[in-house]
């Protein structure tokens, strides 16, 4: 069975950094695309990043560019997301999810709750 | 970037009754849309992908149309375990784009 498990979450002081992890398993990691989305508290979804199978291709939404940084390793079939220079608005849910040939998202996280908050 | 808007925000439907989401794409899409439906607390779960493409293991009670700019989640009768929230995605795209998302509540 396909599972991605997310960790690294917490409570952090805004212009802090945490770093979000998402484990794999029950398929082929290496072969897919792979992206994190969040979720701000009683809010909608927001692409954030995404990342290319080999990880040289990776893109960023407007709102994390040059903060974020995402990153696998897919001899360990693991995705990362370093979040430096952290704001409250960065509060969220974050969700890794499995990319389809096409682009959409077939397989997610349960989630891990990041807190910006002094 | 391309906005996505939903309509109706919330839905309120009984068991059994037919209902319809509708989403709108800012410029032409083709039918690079996915619908996904998330319940409280949980991950978004796919339902259909390619705007009409239903996910292995979603019921045939779950449709979805349309192309272009204009498209529509249908669920032909209302069970129980269909409330939630949905939104729309466009996707194939440097910058994919969610819908503010559809609550389907008991009515």
């Known amino acids: 069975e396909e599972q991605l498990v997310e960790s690294g979450g917490g409570l952090v002081q805004p212009g802090g950094s945490l770093r979000l992890s998402c484990a794999a398993s029950g398929f082929t990691f290496s072969g897919y695309e792979m992206n994190w989305v969040r979720q701000a508290p009683g809010k909608g979804l927001e692409w954030v990043s995404y990342?290319?199978?080999?990880?040289?291709?990776?893109y960023y939404a407007d709102s994390v560019k040059g903060r974020f940084t995402n990153s696998r390793d897919n001899a360990k079939s693991s995705l990362y997301l370093q979040m430096n220079s952290l704001r409250a608005e960065d509060t969220a849910v974050y969700f890794c999810?499995?990319?389809?040939?096409?682009?959409?998202?077939?397989?997610w996280g349960q989630g891990t709750l990041v807190t910006v908050s002094s | 970037d391309i906005q996505m808007t939903q309509s109706p925000s919330t839905l309120s439907a009984a068991v059994g009754e037919r209902v319809t989401i509708t989403c709108r794409a800012s410029?032409?899409?083709?039918?690079?849309l996915a619908w996904y439906q998330q319940k409280p607390g949980k991950a978004p779960k796919l339902v259909i992908y390619k705007a009409s493409n239903l996910e292995n293991g979603v019921p045939s009670r779950f449709s979805g149309s349309g192309s272009g700019t204009e498209f529509t989640l249908t669920i032909s009768s209302l069970q129980p375990d269909d409330f939630a929230i949905y939104y729309c995605q466009h996707y194939n795209t440097y910058s994919p784009t969610f819908g503010q998302g559809t609550k389907v509540e008991i009515k």
């Open positions: 410029q032409s899409i083709s039918s690079w």
């Open positions: 990342i290319s199978t080999s990880g040289n291709t990776i």
């Open positions: 999810a499995k990319e389809e040939s096409s682009g959409y998202y077939s397989s």
